[in-house]
T-cell receptor
Framework: GDSVTQMEGPVTLSEEAFLTINCTYT??????LFWYVQYPGEGLQLLLK?????DKGSNKGFEATYRKETTSFHLEKGSVQVSDSAVYFC??????????????FGKGTKLSVKP | EAGVVQSPRYKIIEKKQPVAFWCNPI?????LYWYRQNLGQGPELLIR????????DSQLPKDRFSAERLKGVDSTLKIQPAELGDSAVYLC????????????FGPGTRLTVL
């Protein structure tokens, strides 16, 4: 079945450092890909999405490009802030049978940004 | 526009007791999802509704879990009886229609079973 693998954390960076969180997927079809963010004590919020190969999703300085050839959707930000401290989840929309459209999540990567 | 509303936010119960969670989706959203998120893990789907019909309940442990979505709006997820392993955050999400991928999540209910 479809699955998502993302780099394990926690990741600790200094403010203004460059961020990369790796995400790879396995899917039988052509899923949409997502990054969700969960701030402490809050629910999941959609950060960005891409629906087809070579699409780039972007929001709040974060970017991710849908790479079909490497089945990847890595999250990047050029300069992180303390307020970016959160847990980041990579997800795909399932492509098979009755589960089509359901989200399948990675385990999450906790990011801590130090001032 | 109001987001997805869930209650209660926190619940602590003894094992073998029943518990229920309530979700009010974003107005106009036809599709509603219940997820369970164990500590340190990503959310996992329990059940998906399209209007009042449960179209995917393959991951719902039906011996103790039940859900309903009367009139295709609010939904309730119930566990009876609860077990220690049910301690988790239960998340509700909604999306406008079945063909729309983006799901909007509520804040979740954190359940602790003692």
């Amino acid at each position: 079945g479809d699955s998502v693998t993302q780099m394990e954390g926690p990741v600790t960076l200094s403010e203004e450092a460059f961020l990369t969180i790796n995400c790879t997927y396995t899917a039988t079809g052509y899923p949409s890909l997502f990054w969700y963010v969960q701030y402490p004590g809050e629910g999941l919020q959609l950060l960005l999405k891409a629906t087809k190969a070579d699409d780039k999703g972007s929001n709040k300085g974060f970017e991710a490009t849908y790479r079909k050839e490497t089945t990847s959707f890595h999250l990047e930000k050029g300069s992180v802030q303390v307020s970016d401290s959160a847990v980041y989840f990579c997800a795909l929309s399932a492509t098979y049978g009755g589960s089509q459209g359901n989200l399948i999540f990675g385990k999450g990567t906790k990011l801590s940004v130090k001032p | 526009e109001a987001g997805v509303v869930q209650s209660p936010r926190y619940k602590i119960i003894e094992k073998k007791q029943p518990v229920a969670f309530w979700c009010n989706p974003i107005s106009g959203h036809n599709t509603l999802y219940w997820y369970r998120q164990n500590l340190g893990q990503g959310p996992e789907l329990l059940i998906r509704y399209e209007n009042e019909e449960a179209v995917d309940d393959s991951q719902l442990p039906k011996d103790r879990f039940s859900a309903e979505r009367l009139k295709g709006v609010d939904s309730t997820l119930k566990i009876q009886p609860a077990e220690l392993g049910d301690s988790a955050v239960y998340l509700c999400a909604s999306s406008p229609q079945t063909s729309t991928d983006t799901q909007y999540f509520g804040p979740g209910t954190r359940l602790t079973v003692l």
